[in-house]
């Protein structure tokens, strides 16, 4: 529809120079005026017709680009949720928001302005010169020579603009990078006083962006001048052998005011191509970002022979000598280590940082795959289950609680589908948060900030707590999310959980913590160095006997 619109504005623009010529020949050198009259009449009632035409396509081109802008963002946001880790990892958040906002915006645009104006340029420019033709071969003869120069000269212009582009949409990411960081980091900036550092990087990386963009913008305004100059000669060339033709009487006035109209007409289009190009080397750039995400290769899917029906019933967990690294890292984290959790058994891991415990947490709901050997649940490979059923038996609670902007009901709610009221409650309560929710103005219709940036840290983390409780798994991962706890309330939280019925994995960095644990995992540089109940482990391990040590005193650590 935008389309047919905006042939019909073409029609008229294309045949209200030939009028004008009629009315010439026919009524002004003749002195009629009931020609110019109705010639004139002709060309209002026409321009009204490409009036009402371009409202229409305005319209349809609106709603064109803004339904495309819909489509491609869900898309785009379909394509992330089954990102992989390692897909994730390609791209900072702000490339990927970039892409979200600005680029798909620079491609809305585009289309918009495609069924506009870009598609009639280019038919104004083939029209007026075919148009030109009919009317006085001799005198648009001149278009032979500057038109196929000029789209030559463009051509050259779109394809060194399409790389320049590219580089300033990057400075944006980097623009945006900085931006989320900042804003992320506001109060440890103002804790450290570094915002003059930040101010310094924030100029760096602005000043980045206005010179690629100055210097990109530039070189296509540069273009319009030649395209100006080259049709301006093309109208004095025009004026001047129409002028001696019409002298010598082989041409009439209105055949040369005719083809000047057209000659003019042409060299607006022609002008407007360089903002075309600036458009279309602009929306190209975008289109290549998004093209990179919306065509990368999901690593990490169902198996083919996964079987739908399978899911998680007992909890039994089995880490079979796995090795694992992360991609581009050039040494694993984790060599050769085996375990085995029994339904209902309650583990914890201890060990330093970077020993590679949250790692082996990743495995398990296979946000990443191993490098080698397997991780098994019910005796059957990770890779054997799809991944919906797979998570759906699993609850984890990450190092660092993250909370959605919305209610406390809604935070909770979100680990499982169509939870009601009372689980929401219920799974507060065993977290150890429900009477601190009932004590806020607005109970569990509290409004959470972005990240709960309203809420204490222990807050936070028994609330991602209950989240996971809620979904009554039978694996429960906790990578240190009672870190923020008083002793008191991890030990009524750990002993609700035990109602769960189901294996409990906890990464932990205290000794009271772990010494309730029906195993300890000591690991250390990937390793699972030692393996037992709390007083074995004193007994065998010297670098438990430290840790201890560290956190109970030397009296306490060898006791036994």
Same mark, same amino acid.
């Given at each position: 529809?935008?389309y047919?619109?905006?042939?019909?504005?073409?029609?008229?623009?294309?045949a209200?120079?030939l009028?004008l010529?009629?009315?010439?020949?026919?009524?002004?050198?003749?002195q009629?005026?009931?020609?110019?009259?109705?010639w004139g009449?002709?060309?209002i009632?026409?321009?009204?017709?490409?009036?009402v &035409?371009?409202?229409?396509?305005?319209?349809?081109?609106?709603?064109?680009?803004?339904?495309?802008?819909?489509d491609?963002?869900q898309k785009?946001?379909?394509?992330?949720q089954?990102?992989?880790?390692k897909?994730?990892?390609q791209?900072?958040?702000s490339?990927?928001?970039?892409?979200?906002?600005?680029d798909?915006?620079q491609?809305?645009? %585009?289309?918009?302005m495609?069924?506009?104006?870009?598609?009639?340029?280019?038919?104004?420019?083939a029209g007026?010169?075919t148009?030109?033709f009919?009317?006085?071969?001799?005198?648009a003869?001149?278009?032979?020579?500057?038109?196929p120069?000029?789209?030559?000269?463009?051509?050259?212009?779109l394809?060194l603009?399409?790389?320049m582009f590219?580089?300033v949409?990057k400075?944006?990411?980097?623009?945006?990078?900085?931006?989320?960081?900042n804003?992320?980091g506001?109060?440890?900036i103002? &804790?450290?006083?570094?915002?003059?550092?930040?101010?310094?990087?924030?100029?760096q990386?602005?000043s980045?962006l206005?010179?690629?963009?100055?210097?990109?913008?530039?070189?296509?305004?540069?273009?319009?001048?030649?395209?100006l100059?080259v049709?301006?000669?093309?109208?004095?060339?025009?004026?001047w052998?129409?002028?001696m033709?019409a002298?010598a009487?082989?041409?009439s006035?209105g055949?040369v005011?005719t083809?000047?109209?057209?000659?003019?007409?042409?060299?607006?289009s022609?002008?407007?191509f360089s903002?075309?190009i600036?458009?279309?080397?602009r929306?190209?750039a975008?289109?290549?970002?998004?093209?990179?995400?919306m065509?990368?290769?999901?690593?990490?899917?169902?198996?083919?022979?996964a079987?739908p029906?399978?899911a998680?019933?007992?909890?039994?967990?089995?880490?079979?000598d796995?090795?694992f690294q992360?991609p581009?890292?050039?040494?694993?984290?984790?060599?050769n280590?085996?375990?085995?959790?029994?339904p209902?058994?309650k583990?914890?891991?201890?060990?330093?940082?970077?020993?590679?415990?949250?790692?082996?947490?990743q495995?398990?709901?296979r946000?990443?795959?191993?490098?080698?050997?397997?991780?098994?649940?019910?005796?059957?490979?990770?890779?054997?289950y799809?991944?919906?059923?797979?998570?759906?038996?699993?609850?984890?609670?990450?190092q660092?609680?993250?909370?959605?902007?919305?209610?406390?009901?809604?935070?909770?709610?979100?680990?499982?589908?169509h939870?009601?009221?009372?689980?929401?409650?219920?799974?507060?309560?065993?977290?150890q948060?429900h009477?601190?929710?009932?004590?806020?103005s607005?109970?569990?219709?509290?409004?959470v900030?972005?990240?709960?940036?309203?809420l204490?840290g222990?807050?936070?983390?028994?609330?991602?707590i209950?989240?996971?409780?809620?979904?009554?798994p039978?694996?429960?991962?906790?990578?240190?999310?009672?870190s923020?706890?008083?002793?008191?309330?991890?030990?009524?939280?750990?002993?609700?959980?035990?109602?769960?019925?189901c294996t409990s994995?906890?990464i932990?960095?205290?000794?009271?913590?772990a010494?309730?644990?029906?195993?300890?995992?000591?690991m250390?540089?990937g390793?699972?160095?030692?393996?037992? %109940?709390?007083?074995?482990?004193?007994?065998?391990?010297?670098?438990?006997?430290?840790?201890?040590?560290s956190?109970f005193g030397k009296e306490?650590?060898?006791?036994?």
């Open positions: 529809m935008a047919l619109f905006m042939l019909i504005e073409l029609g008229v623009e294309l209200l120079p009028f010529g009629l009315m010439i020949n026919d009524g002004v050198v003749n009629d005026v009931s020609n110019i009259v109705m009449s002709l060309m009632g026409l321009a009204f017709v490409a009036f &035409a371009g409202i229409f396509n305005s319209f349809y081109s609106s709603h064109v680009s803004f339904a495309f802008g819909y491609i963002r785009l946001f379909e394509k992330i089954v990102f992989s880790f897909n994730l990892d791209y900072p958040t490339a990927l928001v970039t892409r979200f906002t600005n798909v915006r491609i809305q645009n %585009t289309i918009f495609g069924l506009r104006i870009m598609m009639k340029a280019p038919l104004v420019v007026g010169v148009m030109a009919f009317v006085n071969a001799r005198l003869m001149v278009f032979v020579v500057t038109v120069l000029l789209i030559l000269f463009l051509l050259l212009v394809r603009a399409g790389g590219s580089n949409q400075n944006v990411d980097r623009v945006n990078r900085v931006m989320q960081e804003l992320a506001m109060r440890l103002k &804790a450290f006083m570094r915002r003059d550092h930040e101010e310094d990087r924030f100029i990386a602005n980045n206005a010179v690629s963009t100055r210097r990109t913008f530039r070189f296509v305004e540069s273009s319009m001048p030649v395209l100059f049709m301006n000669m093309s109208l004095i060339f025009i004026i052998f129409g002028n033709q002298l009487g082989t041409t006035v055949e005011v083809i000047i109209n057209y000659a003019l007409r042409v060299s607006m022609i002008s407007m903002f075309i600036m458009a279309l080397s929306t190209k975008s289109a290549d970002r998004m093209n990179e995400v065509t990368l290769d999901i690593d990490l899917l169902d198996s083919e022979d079987d029906c399978q998680v019933t007992q909890g039994k967990v089995e880490i079979r796995v090795s992360y581009g890292a050039e040494e694993p984290v984790l060599k280590i085996s375990f085995t959790a029994e209902g058994e583990i914890a891991i201890i060990g330093a940082t970077g020993s590679g415990k949250t790692s082996m947490f495995l398990l709901p946000l990443y795959d191993t490098t080698g050997g397997d991780v098994l649940i019910d005796d059957k490979s990770v890779t054997s799809k991944l919906e059923q797979l998570r759906e038996g699993i609850g984890y609670v990450p660092t609680p993250l909370l959605f902007t919305g209610t406390i009901t809604d935070n909770i709610a979100w680990g499982k589908k939870a009601v009221m009372e689980e929401v409650i219920q799974a507060a309560a065993d977290a948060i009477e601190t929710i009932v004590g806020l607005n109970g569990y219709d509290t409004k900030g972005q990240k709960g940036v309203n204490s222990g807050q936070k983390q028994r609330i991602s209950a989240r996971a409780l809620i979904r009554h039978k694996v429960l991962m906790l990578d240190d999310s009672t923020a706890l008083d002793l008191s309330t991890e030990s009524r939280l750990l002993q609700a959980v035990k109602k769960y019925e994995l906890i932990t960095q205290k000794v009271s913590t010494r309730d644990a029906d195993r300890i995992l000591l250390d540089n390793k699972i160095l030692a393996a037992g %109940t709390h007083h074995e482990l004193l007994r065998c391990s010297e670098l438990y006997r430290k840790i201890v040590e956190q306490y650590a060898y006791a036994d």
